[in-house]
């Protein structure tokens, strides 16, 4: 069974301190690896993927991620998070087999002023 | 830049009734449609996953006879929930790509409540 694992269920930050989301899968062969966000009570938005090439790949609104085949791994981070990151965040795999993405449960993340 | 809408956002039915939900795409060819269903305190499950002249491929545990699909064109999908039932509440979302990439779209997605 292929899985996206989010190890953290809620994080809590605040304002200007950085953050990091962990994700784990357990797939194999060649993986296309992306993060969401998903502000309260609405739909995703993409913010990242990564595919092939440079493990580390910039997003949206400041998030990088670094993917680590080692660790089968895909972090996002950010260096200084605003009130406005506050939202639930979806690690999302696919291999070349998969239909479709599989999603992880997501990690709440609480940015205090 | 790629956008989906999706509509209804918000949509109530009552029990054994059916709902429709529908997706378009904006700026980009949808080649492919995923729809994902969130139900409460769960993550995100793919329903189906259509592809333009292809045969439509459901999941486990989703069926055409539940959740019809139509996806007659490159901007266009819609889904209906038949005879839903308390169990088939939740956040659906439709997700659209073009052809040979790998990164979903999403809509804001259309949250069903069943009475």
């Known amino acids: 069974t292929q899985t996206v694992s989010q190890s953290d269920a809620h994080v809590t930050v605040f304002e200007g301190d950085s953050v990091e989301l962990r994700c784990n899968y357990s797939y194999g062969g060649s993986i296309y690896l992306s993060w969401y966000i998903q502000h309260h009570g609405r739909g995703l938005q993409f913010l990242l993927k990564?595919?092939?090439?440079?493990?580390v790949v910039q997003g949206v609104n400041g998030f990088e991620a670094e993917f680590s085949k080692s660790d089968s791994s895909f972090h996002l981070r950010k260096a200084s998070v605003h009130w406005s990151d506050s939202a639930v965040y979806f690690c999302a795999a696919k291999n070349n087999y998969a239909q479709g993405l599989t999603f992880g449960l997501g990690t709440r993340v609480s940015v205090f002023p | 830049g790629a956008l989906v809408y999706q509509y209804p956002r918000r949509t109530i039915c009552k029990s054994g009734t059916s709902m429709r939900m529908e997706c378009q795409a904006v700026g980009f060819q949808a080649t492919s449609v995923a729809w994902y269903r969130q139900s409460p305190q769960k993550t995100f499950e793919l329903i189906a996953l259509s592809t333009v002249n292809s045969a439509i491929k459901y999941e486990q545990n989703f069926t055409q006879e539940k959740f019809p699909i139509s996806h007659p064109n490159l901007s266009f999908s819609s889904m209906t929930v038949l005879n839903a039932y308390l169990e088939d509440r939740g956040l659906y979302l439709c997700?659209?790509?073009?052809?040979?990439?790998?990164?979903?779209?999403f809509g804001s997605g259309t949250r069903l409540t069943v009475l």
């Open positions: 997700g659209a790509k073009g052809l040979g990439a790998e990164t979903l779209y």
């Open positions: 990564y595919y092939s090439g440079n493990p």
